[in-house]
C-alpha cells in the first residue's frame, strides 16, 4: 500500500465520524428538545450518508466525463476515493447501531453486548452489506482490475446518486412529513435517479463496452468474464427489487396525498354552498 493510501483511508476514517458528531451537535443547540437523542441520531446519520453519496457522485462524474478511452485512461481520484470510502461504511454501522440503541433503551433495558446482538439480528442485511461491500469493492477497484477501466469504476461510484434522496425521506418520516408535497416531490425524485442510477445504468455500461469493441450490446456479455457478467447480474436483480419498492411507494403515497386534497377540496365546496 502507497503512502497516500494510507493518508486517504486516514482522511475517511476522520471525517464522517467528525461530520456525524457536529451534525449531532448543532442539532442539539437548534431542535430546543423538540426531538428525542434517537431522532437526533437517525437524522445525522442520513445527513452523513447524503453527504458521502454527493461526494462519490461529483467523484464518478469527474472520473466519467475525464475518460475517452473506457479501457485505459486513468484518473487519479479512481483509487484514492475508493480509500477515502472505505471507512465510511464502517462508520455508518457504528453510527446505526447508536441510532438504534438510543432508539431501543426507551423500550427495553440490555446489556451492550444483547444490544448489539438484537441489532445484527434486526438488520442482518445491513450489518452484511457495511460488513462485506467494502472488502469486495476496495480490492477490486485498487489490485483487481489492473488499472482497467476508470470509466465503469466512475460510473458505478454514480450509483450513490440516489442516497440523498433515501436519506431525506428517512429524515422526512422522522419528522412525521409524510403527508406534504415535499415527500411527494422527494419520492419522485428517488424513484428517477434510481431508475437511471442503479437500473439503467447496467445496460448503459454494456452498450458503452459494446461501443468500444465493435460489437452489438447483446453479444457484450459474451466479450467479457464470467463473473464480470455474474456480478452484474446479481447486483441489478437487487436493485429491481429495490426499484419495485420505491415504485409502490410512490404510487401509494401520491394516491394517499391525492384523497386527501380530494377531501380538503369536498369539504371546502360543501362549505362555500352552506355559505351561499
Known amino acids: 500500500m502507497a503512502d497516500r493510501d494510507w493518508v486517504w483511508a486516514i482522511l475517511g476514517c476522520c471525517?464522517?465520524?467528525?461530520?456525524?458528531?457536529?451534525?449531532?451537535?448543532?442539532?442539539?443547540?437548534?431542535?430546543?428538545?423538540?426531538?428525542?437523542?434517537?431522532?437526533?441520531?437517525?437524522?445525522s446519520v442520513r445527513v452523513v450518508s447524503a453527504v458521502q453519496a454527493v461526494l462519490a457522485s461529483c467523484v464518478g462524474?469527474?472520473?466519467?466525463t475525464s475518460c475517452e478511452d473506457v479501457l485505459r485512461d486513468r484518473h487519479w481520484l479512481t483509487e484514492p476515493y475508493a480509500w477515502f470510502m472505505t471507512p465510511?461504511?464502517?462508520?455508518?454501522?457504528?453510527?446505526?447501531?447508536?441510532a438504534y440503541w438510543h432508539k431501543t433503551r426507551r423500550v427495553q433495558v440490555m446489556s451492550t453486548t444483547e444490544s448489539v446482538v438484537q441489532f445484527v439480528r434486526d438488520t442482518p442485511l445491513l450489518v452484511l452489506h457495511h460488513v462485506c461491500f467494502p472488502l469486495v469493492c476496495l480490492p477490486v477497484v485498487v489490485w483487481l482490475r489492473k488499472g482497467v477501466g476508470d470509466f465503469f469504476v466512475g460510473c458505478f461510484y454514480l450509483i450513490e446518486l440516489a442516497v440523498?434522496?433515501?436519506?431525506?425521506?428517512?429524515?422526512?418520516?422522522?419528522?412525521?412529513?409524510?403527508?406534504?408535497?415535499?415527500?411527494?416531490?422527494?419520492?419522485a425524485a428517488l424513484f428517477v435517479t434510481f431508475s437511471l442510477c442503479r437500473v439503467a445504468i447496467f445496460p448503459y455500461l454494456y452498450w458503452?463496452?459494446?461501443?468500444?469493441?465493435?460489437?452489438?450490446?447483446?453479444?457484450?456479455?459474451?466479450?467479457i468474464p464470467v463473473?464480470?457478467?455474474?456480478?452484474?447480474?446479481?447486483?441489478?436483480?437487487?436493485?429491481?427489487?429495490?426499484?419495485?419498492?420505491?415504485?409502490?411507494t410512490s404510487a401509494r403515497t401520491v394516491g394517499t396525498l391525492s384523497r386527501k386534497l380530494c377531501n380538503v377540496y369536498d369539504v371546502s365546496s360543501v362549505g362555500k354552498e352552506k355559505v351561499s
Not at 61 to 64: F, G, L
Not at 164 to 175: M, W
Request: glycine share 4%; proline share 4%; with cysteine.
Open 15 to 43: 471525517f464522517f465520524p467528525t461530520l456525524f458528531v457536529l451534525v449531532v451537535h448543532c442539532q442539539n443547540l437548534t431542535s430546543s428538545k423538540q426531538h428525542t437523542t434517537a431522532v437526533i441520531y437517525a437524522i
Open 61 to 64: 462524474v469527474v472520473i466519467a
Open 88 to 98: 465510511y461504511f464502517y462508520y455508518d454501522l457504528v453510527a446505526m447501531y447508536l
Open 164 to 187: 440523498p434522496f433515501i436519506s431525506l425521506r428517512a429524515v422526512l418520516i422522522q419528522l412525521h412529513k409524510e403527508d406534504t408535497v415535499a415527500y411527494v416531490l422527494n419520492g
Open 208 to 223: 458503452v463496452y459494446g461501443r468500444h469493441i465493435g460489437v452489438p450490446t447483446y453479444h457484450v456479455p459474451f466479450h
Open 227 to 248: 463473473k464480470c457478467t455474474t456480478g452484474c447480474a446479481g447486483v441489478l436483480m437487487v436493485q429491481l427489487y429495490w426499484w419495485v419498492q420505491i415504485a409502490r
